[in-house]
């Protein structure tokens, strides 16, 4: 059994955007490759258009997003409306198709606007001397405030997961990877740890947590013990993981 479900713009497309889907494995362009998600961009109606095809589930999960839960496609077109509403970027969600058997949910996928971006955050991450890189900061701060204050918390907010777009002086920012938000009022301690993932720098983490206290009520001094505290905390426990997975590898050789 298929469900299909469009965004009214997208309706007329429906045909050619079902073809797609039955011929994700052999057609399309690749946009990432992942082991457990896969990203292909097709020429469709004039536009291109960008299809994540989700990991096929394990029988339990197969069962929940069938019975008790959202399939991870629908959650990422509904979570993209809803940051659309807030007026937060991210690719236009033209819809989500999911597959399913008397077992559960089989495969699923989600279908969006392709963004022709610049550059992502990793690029700032890794690039200390990237241009303009400061500002870019400052304005990814305003940008997640907006966020926070619309009481968005995304769970993903990795480097990856946000594209960057140059437009003048003004940088406009798209989230990706929706399937994993939550709607909830941020106190200031759920704000800063939702900055974690983002593996800053210190001197990264003066300049947001500068910019952030400028445009909130809250003081620099706190907003930059907890940005600090919460960001160091995620790379240590990063790092041991790491460390223990080349230590049980090592062992097993």
């Known amino acids: 059994m298929q469900n299909i479900y469009l965004h009214n713009k997208y309706e007329h497309l429906k045909i050619d955007i079902l073809e797609c889907i039955t011929h994700f494995n052999t057609k399309g362009n690749y946009v990432t490759k992942g082991e457990r998600n896969v990203i292909k961009s097709f020429k469709i109606g004039g536009e291109t258009l960008n299809v994540k095809s989700f990991k096929t589930p394990k029988l339990i999960n197969s069962f929940v997003y069938k019975h008790l839960r959202k399939s991870k496609a629908k959650r990422s077109f509904e979570y993209a409306i809803k940051l659309i509403d807030c007026n937060i970027s991210t690719p236009f ?25 610049d550059f992502d955050f990793r690029v700032l991450i890794h690039n200390p001397l990237f241009s303009n890189r400061d500002e870019i900061l400052r ?83 706190e907003v930059y013990n907890l940005l600090l505290q919460s960001s160091q905390d995620f790379k240590r426990r990063i790092n041991r993981k790491k460390y223990l997975k080349r230590k049980y590898l090592k062992k097993k050789k």
């Open 139 to 221: 304005q990814f701060t305003q940008f997640t405030y907006k966020l926070h204050e619309n009481n968005i918390n995304f769970l993903d907010h990795s480097p990856g997961n946000t594209l960057i777009v140059e437009n003048g002086s003004k940088y406009d920012f798209y989230l990706i990877d929706l399937n994993r938000m939550q709607f909830e009022t941020m106190d200031l301690e759920k704000r800063m740890e939702n900055l974690k993932r983002l593996w800053l720098s210190k001197k990264m983490i003066r300049i947001i947590a500068t910019e952030y206290a400028e445009i909130s009520e809250y003081p620099f001094e």
């Open 93 to 117: 969600p033209v819809g989500y198709v999911e597959n399913t058997n008397a077992s559960g949910l089989t495969s699923s996928y989600y279908i969006s606007k392709h963004v022709d971006y």
